[in-house]
T-cell receptor
Framework: KAGVTQTPRYLIKTRGQQVTLSCSPI?????VSWYQQTPGQGLQFLFE???????NKGNFPGRFSGRQFSNSRSEMNVSTLELGDSALYLC??????????????FGEGSRLTVL | DQQVKQNSPSLSVQEGRISILNCDYTNSMFDYFLWYKKYPAEGPTFLISISSIKDKNEDGRFTVFLNKSAKHLSLHIVPSQPGDSAVYFCAAPDNGAQKLVFGQGTRLTINP
């Protein structure tokens, strides 16, 4: 069974640009969530999608958005990039709508550098 | 608000000895606690979890202890091996918000 796949793995952008990151969850997983990892901050929750609906959003500005498609694939977009957006963006999936133990399956991440 | 905290950014342990990673939390409503392990350039992988109704869960070399009165959990790795060198995150599911709340992580280095 293939794992969570994220593309691109690495990218460099300049301030003011926008970026789109893609995530393909494990087959059969309908819940996809996104996290931002920066040094010293751990993993910060961005948003979670289930059946193409955003169910919750973290404390990030409106420049951060996402969507989920009917095949459960998800994309997140960051517009008007700032230097502070440089981070590892992680996508995670899980099979059920109802969290039980909270176990997530993470992709390898997309490393974004903003210059 | 930092609901889950890992106060030690790094820990260095001799190979073969015990590694103890600590985590504190503030939300007494958490039902489960999890530990994730992360290598560089890889995503976090689930390591072990514990239900809030238990005080210990063991899986091979890994044991998690939960002290609810102190709102504290710890991960014990014994014996420590070089392959255990990674960043360890403790986390708890915030079911009302459909998300995991993570600590800041502790970088564990196992010295040969």
């Amino acid at each position: 069974k293939a794992g969570v796949t994220q593309t691109p793995r690495y990218l460099i952008k300049t301030r003011g640009q926008q970026v789109t990151l893609s995530c393909s969850p494990i087959s059969g997983h309908r819940s996809v969530s996104w996290y931002q990892q920066t040094p010293g901050q751990g993993l910060q929750f961005l948003f979670e999608y289930f059946s193409e609906t955003q169910r919750n959003k973290g404390n990030f500005p409106g420049r951060f958005s996402g969507r989920q498609f009917s095949n459960s694939r998800s994309e997140m977009n960051v517009s008007t990039l700032e230097l502070g957006d440089s981070a590892l963006y992680l996508c995670a999936s899980r099979p059920s709508q109802v969290p039980n133990t909270g176990e997530l399956f993470f992709g390898e991440g997309s490393r974004l550098t903003v210059l | 608000d930092q609901q889950v905290k890992q106060n030690s950014p790094s820990l260095s342990v001799q190979e073969g000895r015990i590694s103890i990673l600590n985590c504190d939390y503030t939300n007494s409503m958490f039902d489960y606690f999890l530990w994730y392990k992360k290598y560089p350039a890889e995503g976090p992988t689930f390591l072990i979890s514990i239900s809030s109704i238990k005080d210990k869960n063991e899986d091979g070399r890994f044991t998690v202890f939960l002290n609810k009165s102190a709102k504290h959990l710890s991960l014990h790795i014994v014996p420590s091996q070089p392959g255990d060198s990674a960043v360890y995150f403790c986390a708890a599911p915030d079911n009302g918000a459909q998300k995991l709340v993570f600590g800041q992580g502790t970088r564990l280095t196992i010295n040969p």
